[in-house]
């Protein structure tokens, strides 16, 4: 079904093509309502404006919290043509139709980003957009919504084609993105108030995200997938600019955002990491980011065959250089410096990002995950250690200390259940996701043992290592595998039943051994 536009009602906070749009719909004949700066911008324009007040009958008032929430206005969107009652109201109160609403709301989420006060933030939550927004969706059988400057160049076409109408299915496409819109807002306004309130789990959880692309598939090509964005301003690598390479698919968002994120624990030195199915294949400090680099490489150089790569200071030319011919899918930084582009555009293939910044190790944040018929919410895992506190007879020495402090870091980053073995500021052997923690143990034992090969070393990379666990070691056969492994230290949580028995066989061992109280499971 054709409706003609013949009265529009234009109020928008972000005017970025309004002056065309409203030239457009000028030149069409269509009378043009109007309010405030939009109205001023239109009439610069030379385009002829109907002020509200004046069509209504009904000045603004309070400041203009009150002007377009009227019956004039809204008996005008919501009646529906051709309805004998809707029409005989119409003709009684002096209403006339409104056939296009183009409304955008005010930035109430860039006022909250620039830390505005409680007040202000009050002040930019609108009442009469949502309205006219909702009124216009709601009856889209004869009124089309507008609420993206996006869709300017969309209606004309539309309107171009259609003598001056919009189709029924043009306007349900606008509908629907009418109420996205503005179920986006109230979500936004939802938990920032949730959040000045120190809520964290109410009754009714609401969550906004937009769309920023559609993937080609997701973990797999059967599966459909596209990347939302969520209204916060965390640096990450979602919202990393991409500067080179084809586009990025689900799995290498996914194993980027883990790349990134563990590699922003680490702020004192330069550090890289390798991530590869989510799971970190090497981690390195260094004094420089070269250095840092080839070392977390040297700890699995055949899983980091198609790795993720993240480094935590910019990216210079001589790092660029050293990654050489090595197939990665993506490498991420802060920043690329001029230097090194050239360096890496002759991999034209690898996707290189640019973050901008690291993310806090610190502060508010919630992880969302999705189970059948249901979600899961919980805080960021921002912590590390809740303690430090030396559980055996002997104490760990100041390097061994340094490397526990770093391994159980990256153990909060790797799948449980998680042993990570580290020696000098770098994992030399990495055991993930093994539903027994000996098996993880063992499995770590044995990348470092072929890391040391490759290297041409006789020696494991175990041997003088230390070893972290995300958990507790419920028996001390996970323990003794370290141990028989060449660790010398450990680090675990501690916490359970069996603590007394796995503290005796470090003793017993010589090892030193710490005592975090918190734990790291990463499922």
Not at 153 to 166: C, D, Y
């Amino acid at each position: 079904m054709l409706t003609s536009i013949k009265r529009a009602l234009i109020s928008v906070s972000d005017k970025s093509g309004l002056e065309d749009f409203g030239r457009f719909l000028y030149n069409q004949g269509v009378q043009i309502l109007s309010t405030g700066g939009s109205a001023n911008l239109l009439r610069q324009s030379g385009i002829s404006v109907v002020e509200v007040s004046e069509f209504t009958g009904f000045p603004e008032i309070m400041d203009g919290r009150v002007k377009t929430l009227q019956p004039k206005i809204h008996g005008g969107l919501l009646a529906i043509r051709g309805n004998s009652d809707h029409e005989f109201a119409m003709t009684q109160h002096g209403i006339e139709p409104i056939d296009l609403v183009v409304v955008n709301l005010y930035p109430f989420e860039s006022t909250v980003a620039s830390g505005a006060e409680f007040t202000s933030c009050i002040e930019n939550i609108a009442i009469g957009g949502p309205a006219l927004i909702r009124a216009g969706a709601k009856n889209h059988a004869y009124v089309t919504v507008v609420v993206d400057p996006s869709d300017y160049n969309s209606v004309t076409r539309e309107m171009t084609n259609n003598a001056g109408a919009t189709t029924q299915n043009f306007r349900k496409r606008l509908a629907a993105k009418a109420f996205s819109k503005t179920a986006f807002y109230d979500a936004a306004i939802s938990n920032w108030f949730l959040s000045e309130l120190g809520e964290k789990f109410p009754s009714r959880a609401v969550f906004g995200a937009e769309l920023k692309q559609i993937l080609r598939y997701g973990e797999n090509p059967h599966q459909e997938a596209a990347l939302y964005l969520s209204n916060d301003s965390r640096p990450s690598a979602v919202r990393a600019a991409q500067i080179q390479g084809k586009e990025l698919s689900y799995n290498n968002l996914n194993d980027t955002d883990a790349a990134f994120e563990l590699v922003a624990e680490f702020t004192d030195k330069p550090a890289c990491v390798i991530i590869k199915h989510a799971n970190p294949c090497g981690v390195a400090l260094a004094e420089d980011l070269k250095t840092a680099y080839l070392r977390a490489l040297s700890c699995d150089t055949e899983s980091a065959f198609g790795g993720i790569i993240a480094f935590n200071r910019n990216l210079d030319k001589a790092t660029a250089e050293a990654i050489g011919d090595l197939f990665a899918e993506v490498i991420i930084a802060p920043e690329i410096d001029e230097a090194a582009r050239p360096v890496l555009k002759e991999r034209t293939n690898l996707r290189v990002l640019v973050a901008g910044r690291l993310p806090e190790k610190q502060g508010e944040g919630m992880v969302l995950r999705s189970l059948a018929s249901g979600y899961l919410l919980q805080a960021r895992d921002y912590g590390v250690f809740d303690q430090m506190k030396v559980v055996t007879k002997r104490s760990p020495s100041e390097q061994e200390l340094a490397d526990l402090k770093f391994a159980f870091t990256v153990s909060k980053h790797v799948k449980s259940n998680a042993i990570v073995y580290c020696k000098k500021g770098m994992t030399v052997g990495i055991g993930a996701g093994q539903m027994s923690r000996v098996n993880s143990s063992r499995i770590a034992s044995w990348k470092a043992e072929d890391a040391a090969r490759v290297s041409g070393e006789k020696d494991s990379w175990a041997r003088g290592s230390v070893v972290a666990s995300d958990a507790f070691f419920p028996f001390a056969d996970g323990l003794l595998a370290a141990a028989d492994a060449g660790a010398t230290a450990v680090i675990q949580p501690g916490g359970s039943m069996r603590d007394a028995e796995v503290i005796s066989a470090a003793d017993e061992k010589g090892l030193a051994m710490i005592f975090t109280g918190m734990r790291h499971f990463r499922h």
